[in-house]
């Protein structure tokens, strides 16, 4: 296991709040202190972390991914992680999941960023990392920071937003070292102001036996 996935895990056991079984999970900004903010910070380049309440309906899986775009143009959409529940599964031990844990590690001598992703439920810890390439941010402007503020502070994954991909948090990068301010919807089409971005994702989809 990763050392930055080992401290995140230390870090969020001290955070967890008992929450309701739901078929529906709710998705929220994690309010951090300063303490924590600093500790996080200290742990990779770029950190994001999200209360999650409630369960996933019957024979439904939640995917973790991400979208990569240069100049408002989508290159590639990457699907990374999933955790979920089976048809068969009893209703008597629904999985009720707790925070979301997504991060940016850079290595410096080569600047490869990887990502790691962090689940956490009642019963344990889901955990995976993907290397996601070169990141070059020298002389340039870069942003970042949970979406969730913009709408309505939450996403809500039930039967009814099967499918639908619900932007979480964004990275991006600005060829001339300056933001006007971030617009997603400006951001998502073809521009000039944004060179480089990360968008990361949640999305209801039908369960898979792996």
């Known amino acids: 296991m990763k050392l930055v996935t080992i401290i ?68 590639e959409e990457k699907s990374i992680f999933g955790v979920g529940r089976s048809h068969d599964e009893d209703e008597e031990f629904v999985e009720e999941y707790e925070k979301l844990f997504i991060s940016l590690t850079e290595d410096e001598s080569t600047s490869v960023v990887t990502l790691d ?52 948090a964004s990275f991006t990068i600005s060829q001339d070292g300056t933001f006007r301010g971030f617009d997603l919807e400006h951001a998502t089409q073809p521009n000039q102001d944004y060179e480089f971005m990360y968008l990361f994702y949640v999305q209801l989809q039908d369960y898979e036996e792996n």
């Open 8 to 75: 995140f895990l230390t870090l969020v056991s001290m955070m967890i709040t008992g929450c309701s079984a739901d078929s529906t999970l709710t998705i929220t900004d994690t309010d951090l202190s300063n303490n924590e903010e600093i500790l996080f910070d200290a742990i990779a380049k770029e950190t994001y972390l999200f209360d999650l309440e409630g369960s996933l309906p019957v024979g439904k899986e939640m995917y973790i991914g991400v979208d990569y775009y240069e100049f408002g143009e989508l290159i």
């Open 117 to 168: 992703i962090v689940v956490h439920s009642e019963n344990g810890s889901y955990s995976t990392y993907s290397e996601l390439g070169e990141l070059n941010v020298e002389g340039k402007a870069f942003s970042s920071g949970s979406l969730l503020k913009d709408e309505n502070n939450e996403i809500k994954l039930s039967e009814e937003t099967i499918d639908e991909k619900n932007y979480l």
